[in-house]
C-alpha cells in the first residue's frame, strides 16, 4: 500500500488494485490540480505492473465521492489559457485511464457531481450505492462553466445526446434508480456490498462478460426513431436547433455556457473525440473567466458560507424543536406545514378556524408527498409516516406541546394581536411565536406579548415548497437563540435563510417596491404592458414586475406600499396607476382580473386592453427596453444599499442571496451588491444622479454610496 497526499494506492491479493480517495483539510473530495499530478504516475503503474489485473477507484470520505473540480481553482486562472490549461491536464490524466488496456471500475457512493463523474465516465464501469445521499450529475452550467473533464464528450456517447444535453443544460442531479434507467450506471446495489460488486464488475470484464455498459433506456425504452434521429446528421441538426431554441428561450442570451455545451457535444460528435476535447478546454477556459461565471460561483460560496452561519453574532446554540403548530390552513400555511413534516421531518399541528382549512392544509401535503412517491422518489411506506406527522385542528388541542407556532393568517394587526394572546394561553411559556407576516413589522406584532423576546419574523415566499429563501426578521427584543432556532429549521427545511432586522419591508419587499413602482410610474406615462415585462424578463429575471404584480395580487401589493410609504417618504409612493386598478377591483390572477387576461380562451399570454382605458392612457409611449431594465436595477440596486447602511441586512451578502433566491435578480449579476461593484460605484451614483436629474428625487444614490464613490470602495473585496 502507498500513502499520497490525496488517495491510498493498495495493490491486493487478488490482482485488484483500489484507488482510495480522501481530500485532507476537506468535507467533500474535490478534485485539485496536485491530485491530478499525483495520480499520473500511479496510473502508469497500473498500466506497466503485470500484476494488476484491474482497478477500483473509491472514495474514503462519508458520503462524498467526488464533489466536482476544485471550485476555489477556478478564482485563481487569471486568463482563459490558465484555465483551459485545467481542463488540458484533466483530459490528459482522464484519458490515460480511458486506454488502459486493463478494468477500471468506479465504486460511487455519496455525491458524484461535475469533474467526480467525469472521472467515473472515463473508466470502463461505473457502481453505484442506492443511498439517498448518492446523486449523480454534471451541474458546472449553474456555475457558468461547462464540463471541461470530458463530460461533453463521453456523456453523449454513454446516454445519448439528447439525454445528455438534457443533464448539462439543467445541472440536474439523479438519483440511483434514474441514473441506472439512463444507462448512466452499470448496477445500482446496497453500499455495503459496492466493493464486492466493483471486484465483481471488474472480474466480468476480464472475462469479457461485460464489454459494454448497458444501453441507456433513452434508446430501449422510447424506441428505435431515437437511435435513427442521433446517429445520423440531418436528425442531429435537428436535436441541436431544438436546444439551441430552448436555450435562448430560457436564458435570453444571458448565459454564454449553455451555448458552448451544445457546441461541444455538436463539434464532438460529427468531428470525433479528439476535436470534441480541444473545444471543450477552449470554451471551458472563457467561461471560467467570464463575468457570469463570476457572479454565479460568488453565489455557490455565499449560499455555502450560509450554511454554516447561525444567524446572530454570538454563539447562541438553536434549541431542538419537536413540535410545531401552524395557524392558518391556507396557501403560506399549508406550504409552511408542508416544508416542516417533509423536508425538517417534525411534528406539525395545523389550526385553522375552519374544518375546510385544516383539510386543505393536509391535503396540500398529501398531493405533494404522492407526486415523490409516484415518482419512486419516496416509497410508500415512508409517504404514510410523512403524513402521520401532520395532524389538523379547528380549536386550540395539541398544542401544549409545540416548540415554535408559526402564524400564517391574514395580513391584519388586530388578527395577529389575537394569535399572540392565544398563544400565549394554550402554549407553554418557551414557545417561540413566529409570524410569517410579509408587511406588519414585527415590533408592532410583539407590542402586547407577554414574551417579546420569543416573537420573530418567518418570511417565507410563495410557493414555499419552491422558493429557496427565508427571511427571519429580529426586532430588538428577539433573543439570540430564537434567531438561531429558526435559521436551523429553515435550513431543515430545505430553505437558504437571511437574518434581517425589523424595518418596513424588510429586506426583499423593500428592495422589490421601488423596482415595481418604477413599472407603475411608466405604465401611467403610456409604456406598454407587455414591453415594461419584456424588458425586465430579457435583463434576466424569471417574471416581469407587471405580471408579478398580477401573480402576487395587486390588492396585495397596495396593502404593502403604504407602510413603506408611511416608513420612508415620497421615493416609495404608490403609483396612480395601481391605486386606479385597485378601485377597479383588479387584484390580478386570484379574481381573473389584472394586467393580463385570464379568461382562458386567450392564446398564451395576452394583454387585457381594458387596463389601458381604466388608466386613461394609449400605450404609445417609447423607452428603450434596456433604460427600463436599467431603472428597475438602480432603484433595487440603490435600496439595497440603505438597507446595508441601515443595518437591516446583516452583510453585502445577504443581500446578494436575499434578492436572488427572494426576487429573481438575476443569478449572473451576482446580486445587487455585486451588480454595483461590477459597474463602479462611481457608475452607479452617476447613472443614478442621471436619472435624479430627468425623473426626481427617488433616484437620489444612497449616502452609503456616495461616500463609498468618494473612498472608491466596493462592497466585496
Ligand atoms: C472540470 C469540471 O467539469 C468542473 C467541475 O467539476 S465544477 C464543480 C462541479 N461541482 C459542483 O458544482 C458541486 C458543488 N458542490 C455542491 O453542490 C455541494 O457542496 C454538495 C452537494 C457537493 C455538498 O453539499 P453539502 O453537503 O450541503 O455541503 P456544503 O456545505 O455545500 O459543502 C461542504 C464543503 O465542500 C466544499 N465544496 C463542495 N463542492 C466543492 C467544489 N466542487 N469545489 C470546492 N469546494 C467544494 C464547500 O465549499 C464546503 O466547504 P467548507 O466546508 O470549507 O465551507
Known amino acids: 500500500m502507498s500513502d499520497n497526499t490525496f488517495f491510498t494506492f493498495e495493490h491486493q491479493e487478488d490482482g485488484i488494485a483500489v484507488i482510495t480517495i480522501d481530500v485532507p483539510g476537506e468535507s467533500q473530495n474535490v478534485l485539485k490540480m496536485e491530485f491530478i499530478e499525483e495520480l499520473e504516475p500511479v496510473i502508469d503503474q497500473v498500466k506497466s505492473d503485470s500484476s494488476i489485473k484491474g482497478l477500483i477507484i473509491r472514495s474514503g470520505k462519508a458520503g462524498s465521492f467526488i464533489a466536482g473540480a476544485d471550485i476555489t481553482m477556478f478564482g485563481k486562472a487569471n486568463t482563459a489559457e490558465d484555465a483551459e490549461k485545467l481542463s488540458t491536464d484533466g483530459h490528459r490524466i482522464f484519458n490515460k485511464i480511458e486506454n488502459l488496456k486493463k478494468p477500471v471500475v468506479a465504486a460511487i457512493h455519496g455525491t458524484c457531481l461535475g469533474g467526480g463523474l467525469e472521472l467515473s465516465l472515463a473508466c470502463s464501469g ?51 434508480k434514474q441514473a ?53 446528421p440531418i436528425g442531429r441538426n435537428i ?47 472563457q467561461l471560467v473567466v467570464s463575468p457570469e461565471a463570476k457572479a454565479l460561483i460568488s453565489v455557490f460560496f455565499a449560499t455555502t458560507e450560509l450554511k454554516k452561519d447561525n444567524g446572530v453574532d454570538s454563539d447562541a446554540e438553536a434549541v431542538e424543536l419537536n413540535k410545531i403548530g401552524v395557524l392558518g390552513g391556507g396557501l403560506m400555511g399549508s406550504g409552511i406545514a408542508y416544508v416542516s413534516v417533509d423536508k425538517a421531518k417534525k411534528k406539525v399541528r395545523v389550526k385553522d378556524v375552519r374544518e375546510e382549512g385544516v383539510n386543505g392544509a393536509l391535503n396540500y401535503s398529501w398531493k405533494l408527498i404522492s407526486k415523490k412517491m409516484k415518482k419512486r422518489i419516496v416509497s410508500p411506506s415512508d409517504a404514510r409516516r410523512t ?25 391584519d394587526l388586530d388578527l395577529k394581536h389575537q394569535m399572540v394572546k392565544d398563544v400565549e394561553e394554550h402554549c407553554s411559556d418557551n414557545t417561540i411565536f413566529a409570524t410569517n407576516t410579509s408587511s406588519i413589522p414585527i415590533t408592532k406584532i410583539a407590542g402586547g406579548a407577554k414574551n417579546p423576546e420569543k416573537v420573530v419574523g418567518l ?16 426586532t430588538k427584543k428577539t433573543e439570540d437563540w430564537v434567531i438561531a432556532t429558526c435559521v436551523a429549521l429553515a435550513k431543515q427545511q430545505g430553505k437558504t435563510p437571511i437574518v434581517v432586522n425589523d424595518g418596513a419591508g424588510f429586506y426583499v419587499n423593500r428592495i422589490l417596491a421601488p423596482y415595481i413602482n418604477e413599472a407603475g410610474i411608466l405604465l401611467n406615462e403610456g409604456v406598454a404592458i407587455e414591453k415594461l415585462d419584456k424588458a425586465m424578463v430579457q435583463a434576466g429575471f424569471p417574471v416581469g414586475p407587471i405580471t408579478l404584480l ?96 441601515e443595518g437591516i441586512i446583516r452583510s453585502a451578502r445577504d443581500g446578494d442571496i436575499g434578492a436572488i433566491f427572494g426576487i429573481g435578480f438575476p443569478p449572473f449579476k451576482g446580486g445587487p451588491f455585486r451588480y454595483m461593484d461590477s459597474l463602479g460605484i462611481e457608475t452607479v451614483v452617476e447613472r443614478l444622479e442621471h436619472y435624479q436629474q430627468l425623473h426626481g428625487d427617488r433616484y437620489k444614490p444612497a449616502d452609503i454610496l456616495v461616500k463609498m464613490k468618494s473612498n472608491s470602495d466596493s462592497f466585496h473585496s
Request: glycine residues 10%; aromatic residues 6%.
Open 239 to 285: 436535436i441541436f436547433d431544438q436546444a439551441r431554441k430552448t436555450v435562448e428561450k430560457k436564458t435570453k442570451g444571458n448565459y454564454p455556457a449553455p451555448k458552448k455545451i451544445i457546441e461541444c457535444v455538436e463539434k464532438g460528435m460529427s468531428q470525433g473525440m479528439e476535436a470534441g476535447l480541444a473545444i471543450e478546454a477552449r470554451n471551458f477556459g
Open 387 to 411: 403524513m402521520s406527522y401532520l395532524t389538523g385542528t379547528t380549536d386550540y388541542s395539541g398544542f401544549k406541546d409545540t416548540d415554535m407556532v408559526i402564524e400564517a393568517v391574514f395580513e
Open 459 to 474: 418570511h417565507y415566499f410563495s410557493p414555499v415548497e419552491k422558493m429557496p429563501l427565508v427571511e427571519i426578521i429580529a
Open 180 to 232: 441506472k434507467k439512463l444507462g448512466l450506471v452499470d448496477e445500482v446495489v446496497p453500499e455495503a456490498n459496492l466493493m464486492k460488486a466493483a471486484k465483481k464488475r471488474v472480474s466480468d470484464l476480464r472475462k469479457g462478460k461485460e464489454k459494454k455498459a448497458p444501453i441507456s433506456s433513452y434508446f430501449t425504452m422510447k424506441g428505435i426513431q431515437k437511435l435513427v434521429l442521433e446517429s445520423n
Open 126 to 176: 461505473r457502481v453505484i450505492s442506492d443511498s439517498p445521499k448518492t446523486k449523480i450529475g454534471l451541474p458546472e452550467v449553474q456555475l457558468g462553466v461547462l464540463p471541461g473533464g470530458g463530460g461533453t464528450q463521453r456523456l453523449p456517447r454513454l446516454v445519448g445526446i439528447a439525454p445528455s444535453l438534457d443533464m448539462m443544460l439543467t445541472g440536474k442531479q439523479l438519483f440511483p
Open 550 to 645: 398580477d401573480e402576487v395580487g395587486i390588492d396585495v401589493a397596495t396593502k404593502v406600499a403604504p407602510i413603506l410609504e408611511d416608513a420612508f417618504g415620497e421615493r416609495m409612493s404608490t403609483p396612480k396607476a395601481f391605486e386606479k386598478l385597485k378601485e377597479d377591483d383588479r387584484k390580478g390572477k386570484k379574481n381573473k382580473r389584472g394586467f393580463y387576461k385570464y379568461d382562458g380562451k386567450s392564446k398564451g399570454k395576452e394583454v387585457d386592453e381594458s387596463v389601458y382605458s381604466v388608466l386613461g392612457i394609449s400605450p404609445d409611449k417609447h423607452v428603450d427596453g434596456k433604460e427600463i431594465a436599467e431603472r428597475g436595477l438602480l432603484l433595487m440596486a440603490n435600496e439595497a444599499a440603505r438597507c446595508l447602511d
